[in-house]
Structures are given as structure tokens and as C-alpha cells.
């Protein structure tokens, strides 16, 4: 009964934080197994289902129990046994991705722990997306927003590589393969999804009408998922691998070792047979780690891009931009061209802050016509703001830290245990907690797979050895700084 109670006020907590409608997509079939000393194990109903939620959630889990039970430092989730004989699948065994499968006439948000999707939809699909009506098998995708063309693409230094190579893929059309597989990278809001999207527009659109497919990770996992839940994973397979041009977003995020073997698979075929493969992430192919070897060594094998934060310049051109497309809905609309250039210059973040920014800026002049630049100010403060030193990385922290101690990264996530690699594996474990907001089981996935209580000791053992050792001190300290300083 005890452990009963402890489950159901972590249910409530986990409801409370995630909201109803992730927690009944994600959690809902989520039972208690059992809790053996300071382990709490969990079982959901399938494999993806385990890997998404580890992937994803396992943090956020583990902070809310062990804030009900400060004893417990673990926790495994569990896939539940099949006992029942063989029948057809009932809803309470499917992966809860969805309720039930989307339909065109029904898009699904797809919720991915706390980040929202760029496109705020993932999920339609009889979507032979540009696809000729006699097409051999349904080709599937996420949904394309017809506002992202290239026209509507403002290029500047920080894309102009990246937009010329989409341009020439985008141009040639099937059978003419550039660049492949071509690997776009950048943070978030800089573009990415806009500018893979304006290939798939344009090339679908052609007249040479490639088959092409435009796909997130995630929605990847979800498709395949339920094809093989559904045992019609060969379809799927024998789909894909008649297309000309297959487009995914957000790399990072594909997850699960089932998944990406398939994946593995898919990108073998395509780039065997000269097919045209355009790639997404919010980091380069070989600081994925996440990913499958294969997987990484196949995408690092192509043309990788990374795209920048955009200049003033540019953020300048895209607030004019949007002005003017604001203005064809109302045409009463005005924003000094004083204001738009000290927006331009004060959010230098992101794109999508400076959108954020032009719709504070409109919302604000429906009641507040005269907007002085000390006003201004005021409303964008938690925008400016984000101009600061980018997010310290877990990746930056290995690179830097096994420099220093003259390692290799592969080493500190290794299994290796000598001195000369214990030593700098732990200080980057300690550099991890102090300088990222990243838990003790996400940093021990990202050191090899390690155990929550490994990075724990690791950075107790640090932070006393520190107290006592001046020269250590100083060694940590300017790792500190060299780490800040390439996050600068």
C-alpha cells in the first residue's frame, strides 16, 4: 500500500507538470513493477514506448520521485511481458504516440517533453506529398507549410552556403544527385526547418515531380512504430525506398535501437541506389552521439553545413519583410523604420525571437500607437536578453576537458578506467553538473551510458578533492574559463 501511494502522488506531480494531454499520450499505461531498496522500476506496454520515455522523460521522472523519496536513486522502466496469446492488437498494447492513427482530415500534436515542435503539427499522412496520383505505393511525410519557400527565405553570410546547396538539390530534380547525403546544422530558430521545407516545396512542384518525402525523426519513429506494431513494416520499407529525395528534421531526436537500424537500413539503400538524402540537426553528424555509429558514420560521409546566427543585416530585411506582409491585413500598420532597426540590433538571438519580438511589437500597437525605443526596451527585455553566451554543452565540455589532459573524447566515454583517463572523465562529469542544468542520468548517458550513482560519486569525489588540492583547484577553474570563453 505504501509503495501504491507513492505512485499515484507521483502520477498526480508528473499530470501536474507534464499537462493531461502528454500525460494520457505518454504515461497513461505507465504501471509500478516494483521498488527494491533505492530502485523504482516502471513498465509500459512496448519497446519504443521505453525508449522514448527514457529518452525523454526518465529526468523528469526521477526528480519527482526521488522528491516523494529522497532514498531512491534509480529508476528503470521496463518493458511488460506478453503473456496473452496471440490476437489481434488492442488498443491499451499500442505504442501511445496516439489514440488512434491520425488521418489527413485530423493532424496530431505530437509532444516532445518540454521543446514544441517548430511547425506545431507532425502528423498528417496519406500525403503522397507532391506525389503523382499513380504513384506506385503511398508515400508519406510531416505537413509542409506553403509559406516556406525559398522567396520567402532571407539569405545572408550565415545561410548562403547552406541555401545555394538546397537550391541546386531542390533544382535537379530525380535522378541528379548533389551533396549527398547533405547535412544541415544550426541551433534552434535559425532556419532549418524553413529552409527544408523550401525544398521540399520547390522540388515537389517541379516539373521533373520527383517523389519526394518530408519527414521529423520523431514522426519517423511513430511510422515505423506502428507499421511493425501493425505487421506491415515491409510496405513501408518497399515505399521508401522508391523515392527520389527523402528530407529529415530534427536528426537529433531519433532514438531507439530498433528504429535506427531501420533507418540505417532505409539510408544505405537510398544513397546505394543515388537517391538524394537532405539531413537536419541542431548539432554536426559526429556530435550526435545519441545516433547509432552507423548511422553517424553514413551522414558524416556527405556535405555538412552549418548555418549561423543571422547578422544585423538580415534580422534587419526580415522585420521588413514581415512589416510588409503584415501590412497586406492591415494596411493601417506602421512601425518606424527607427524601431525596426533598434529591434534588429537589440535581438540578435535567433529568428524566431525576432518574430517574437515583431508580434509583441504589433500586438502592442493596436492600443499603444506612439511606441517610443525606451518602451520598446521594456517589452522585448526578455529577448534582449538572449543575446548572451550560448548554453554551455555537455560535447564542448569533453572536447575541452580532453584537450587539456591530452585524451581523446571516445576515451572519456569509454569504458577505460586507468588514471590518466579516470581522472579527466571526472572532472568533465563535475563540469557538466556545475556548468549545465543537465541531471546526474542524463550526464551519465552522454558519458558512455553510465550510471546515475557513477556521475554522483564522481562529482562528490571532485568537489572534495578541490577543497584540499589548490593545484587541482586551479586546473578546474581554467577549464572553467575555457569552456565559458568558447561559449562566449
Same mark, same amino acid.
Given at each position: ?38 530502485? *523504482? ?18 529526468? &523528469?521522472i526521477?526528480? #519527482? ?18 503473456? $496473452? ?5 488492442a ?5 501511445? #504516440?496516439? +489514440?488512434a ?20 503539427? *507532425? ?7 507532391g ?15 506553403s %509559406?516556406?519557400?525559398?522567396?520567402s ?11 545555394a ?15 549527398n ?7 534552434v ?7 527544408? &521545407? ?5 522540388? *515537389?512542384?517541379?516539373? $521533373? ?41 530534427d ?24 537517391? &538524394?538524402v ?10 550526435? +552521439? ?5 548511422? %553517424?558514420?553514413?551522414? &558524416?560521409?556527405?556535405?555538412a ?72 526596451? !521594456?517589452?522585448?527585455?526578455?529577448? *534582449? ?7 554551455? $554543452?555537455? !560535447?564542448?565540455?569533453? $572536447? ?49 551510458g ?5 556521475v ?24 572553467? %574559463? ?7
Open positions: 500500500m505504501k509503495h501504491e501511494a507513492l505512485f499515484e502522488r507521483f502520477s498526480k506531480r508528473l499530470k501536474a507538470q507534464v499537462g493531461q494531454d502528454v500525460y494520457a499520450s505518454w504515461f497513461g499505461r505507465l504501471k509500478l513493477h516494483s521498488i527494491s531498496k533505492s530502485v *523504482v522500476r516502471l513498465t509500459v506496454p512496448t519497446t519504443f514506448l521505453k525508449s522514448w520515455i527514457n529518452n525523454r522523460y526518465l529526468d &523528469q526521477t526528480t #519527482i520521485l526521488q522528491a516523494e523519496d529522497p532514498d531512491i536513486l534509480k529508476v528503470e522502466i521496463l518493458v511488460r511481458s506478453a503473456s $496473452r496469446s496471440a490476437r489481434p492488437v488498443s491499451e498494447d499500442r505504442p501511445l #504516440i496516439a +489514440e492513427a491520425p488521418s489527413a482530415a485530423a493532424p496530431m500534436s505530437f509532444p516532445r517533453g518540454s521543446a514544441a515542435r517548430e511547425t506545431g503539427k *507532425v502528423a498528417s499522412f496519406p500525403m503522397s506529398l506525389t503523382r496520383p499513380a504513384a506506385a505505393g503511398p508515400l508519406f511525410g510531416s505537413p509542409l507549410d %509559406r516556406f519557400t525559398f522567396d527565405y532571407i539569405e545572408g553570410p550565415s545561410n548562403r552556403v547552406a541555401l546547396a538546397a537550391k541546386t538539390i531542390a533544382e535537379a530534380g530525380a535522378g541528379a544527385v548533389r551533396f547525403p547533405l547535412f544541415i546544422h544550426s541551433g530558430g535559425l532556419g532549418k526547418t524553413h529552409l527544408l &521545407q523550401a525544398i521540399a516545396n520547390s522540388a *515537389v512542384s517541379s516539373a $521533373r515531380a520527383p517523389r519526394v518525402v518530408y519527414l521529423t525523426a520523431e514522426y519517423f519513429m511513430w511510422r515505423f512504430a506502428t507499421a511493425i506494431r501493425d505487421n506491415d513494416a515491409l510496405t513501408l520499407k518497399d515505399s521508401l525506398r522508391n523515392i527520389d529525395l527523402l528530407i529529415i528534421d536528426m537529433q531526436f531519433l532514438q531507439g535501437k530498433m528504429i535506427q537500424n531501420e533507418f540505417c537500413h532505409l539510408l544505405n539503400t537510398l544513397l546505394d541506389s543515388a537517391k &538524394q537532405v539531413v537536419a540537426g541542431d548539432r554536426a553528424p559526429w556530435e550526435l +552521439e545519441s545516433l547509432d555509429p552507423r548511422v %553517424r558514420s553514413r551522414l &558524416q560521409g556527405g556535405v553545413i552549418e548555418m549561423e546566427s543571422p547578422d544585423y543585416e538580415m534580422r534587419f530585411e526580415m522585420l521588413k519583410r514581415r512589416l510588409e506582409i503584415a501590412q497586406q491585413d492591415d494596411p493601417s500598420l506602421d512601425i518606424s523604420v527607427e524601431i525596426l532597426s533598434h529591434v534588429a540590433r537589440s535581438v540578435a538571438s535567433s529568428g524566431r525571437d525576432l518574430e517574437g519580438a515583431f508580434n509583441q511589437l504589433v500586438f502592442r500597437k493596436s492600443f499603444e500607437p506612439s511606441l517610443s525605443l525606451e518602451r520598446v526596451d !521594456e517589452l522585448l527585455v526578455h529577448l *534582449v536578453g538572449t543575446g548572451e553566451a550560448k548554453r554551455v $554543452r555537455i !560535447e564542448d565540455i569533453q $572536447r575541452i576537458v580532453a584537450r587539456h589532459y591530452n585524451v581523446s573524447r571516445q576515451e572519456l566515454v569509454s569504458n577505460r578506467r586507468t588514471r590518466v583517463v579516470v581522472k579527466p572523465r571526472q572532472i568533465a562529469m563535475y563540469l557538466a553538473k556545475t556548468l549545465t542544468p543537465r541531471s546526474f542520468p542524463e550526464i551519465g548517458r552522454r558519458f558512455g553510465r550510471d546515475h550513482t557513477t554522483l560519486h564522481a562529482v562528490r569525489k571532485i568537489e572534495d578533492l578541490i577543497t584540499g588540492d589548490t593545484k587541482l583547484c586551479h586546473e578546474v577553474e581554467l577549464l572553467k %574559463r575555457l569552456i565559458n570563453e568558447n561559449n562566449a
